[in-house]
Every structure is written in structure tokens, then in C-alpha cells.
């Protein structure tokens, strides 16, 4: 089944202990991008990548990093995490970047 | 950073009635896409359009990009309970100074249903 699944579902972390949140995709996409979502803000971009070893800043970068060093594998990575990053995360690919992003299951993290 | 200005930000409906919903931008988008989350998911893609006065059906769905490029509808017809969610638009394209791949969404569309 063509999917994007990233782990874990759910993480409850403590200010400053960095952590990374995996997305994997099944689809040979070429594009990868991480989003976070809150309340009356929807969905804003944090970084994108459109192949391996190639990745841009979106929307909202700062606090975050990523790294493509497999077609598959695109991880989100909070150094020192605050709780200004308490939200909704989610990975999505995309063949071409032009025909949509499929998105996975959301991580829901919280910093305390 | 770029904005999409979605809305109505909430509608009621009763079940059967059309539904439209909207999203304008002071920018140009060269694709523009509509997609549904439901509670705990992500976002699916619902229609994807590529082509200004492109109008695109998805059964009871049809969204249309803008003339202008500038903005795009979503119609639901004779609307079920299943259609409760949240409806987003993204727009996606160079001239707003962003680069393929950078997908930008719209605040949402919070879908509820009447029974």
C-alpha cells in the first residue's frame, strides 16, 4: 500500500532534550516536506526537500532541522526543543511537487 | 510568509443542501489544490487543478481555478454526514517567489453537518 508513515504517533518530551520524529514513504517520491499544524493557523510549511542531499526552508524553519540523505527517509529533528513547538506535525511526499502532497497520520508532540 | 485567505471559516448545513467554499490570494498560483482532514488524520487530496478556468470534478465535488490565478472554488453537492471535516485549499507556484514544492494552505473550512 502506497503510504507515508511516520513515528511516533505521539511524544510527550521535556524542554531541551532533542528529539527526532521519522517519516519514511513507500512511493519513490521525489519530494518530502514537513508541515505543523495549530489552532486557527492550519498548515505551515517547515522544510521541504526535493531530493536527496537537496532541502529548503518553508514558512516557518526556525527551531527545526532535516536531512535527505535516502529517497525515502526525510526526518524532522528538534535540537532543543521549547514549547512554542508544542503541535501537530506532519510529513507529506509528493512525485513532482506540482501534483499534490500525500500526507501521513500526523505526530502529535508535546513539550513541556 | 505568502497567505491563502480561505473561507467561510465555519458553515452549518443542513444534510442535502450544496456547499461552496473559497480561496483568493494577492499572488498567482500555477496549481491549486483542495484537500479534506478528517478528525486524527491528515489531509487527503480531494481535486487538483493545473490550468486557469480549469473546472474539475470528483463526484459530487467540482473546484475551479480562478481566472485570474489568483483564487479558487469548492463546490460539494447535496452534502452527506461524511462530509463533515475540514476543507483546505493549497496554491502552488514560482511567481509568489516560493519554488516547486512549496506547498502553501489556507486556514481551513470547518464542515459540520446537520442531521
Known amino acids: ?112 | 510568509g505568502q497567505q491563502l485567505n480561505q473561507s467561510p471559516q465555519s458553515m452549518f448545513i443542513q444534510e442535502g443542501e450544496d456547499v461552496s467554499m473559497n480561496c483568493t490570494s494577492s499572488s498567482i498560483f500555477n496549481t491549486w489544490l483542495w484537500y479534506k482532514q478528517d478528525p486524527g488524520e491528515g489531509p487527503v487530496l480531494l481535486i487538483a487543478l493545473y490550468k486557469a478556468g480549469e473546472l474539475t470534478s470528483n463526484g459530487r465535488l467540482t473546484a475551479q481555478f480562478g481566472i485570474t490565478r489568483k483564487d479558487s472554488f469548492l463546490n460539494i453537492s447535496a452534502s452527506i454526514p461524511s462530509d463533515v471535516g475540514i476543507y483546505f485549499c493549497a496554491g502552488l507556484g514560482r511567481d509568489y517567489g516560493g519554488s516547486q514544492g512549496n506547498l502553501i494552505f489556507g486556514k481551513g473550512t470547518k464542515l459540520s453537518v446537520k442531521p
Open chain 1, 1 to 112: 500500500e502506497a503510504q507515508v508513515t511516520q513515528n511516533p504517533r505521539y511524544l510527550i518530551t521535556v524542554t531541551g532534550k532533542k528529539l527526532t520524529v521519522t517519516c519514511s514513504q513507500n512511493m519513490n517520491h521525489e519530494y518530502m516536506s514537513w508541515y505543523r499544524q495549530d489552532p486557527g493557523l492550519g498548515l505551515r510549511q517547515i522544510y521541504y526537500s526535493m531530493n536527496v542531499e537537496v532541502t529548503d526552508k518553508g514558512d516557518v524553519p526556525e527551531g527545526y532541522k532535516v536531512s535527505r540523505k535516502e529517497k525515502r527517509n526525510f526526518p524532522l529533528i528538534l535540537e532543543s526543543p521549547s514549547p512554542n513547538q508544542t503541535s501537530l506535525y506532519f510529513c507529506a511526499s509528493s512525485s513532482t511537487g506540482f501534483d499534490g502532497y500525500t500526507f501521513g497520520s500526523g505526530t502529535r508532540l508535546t513539550v513541556v
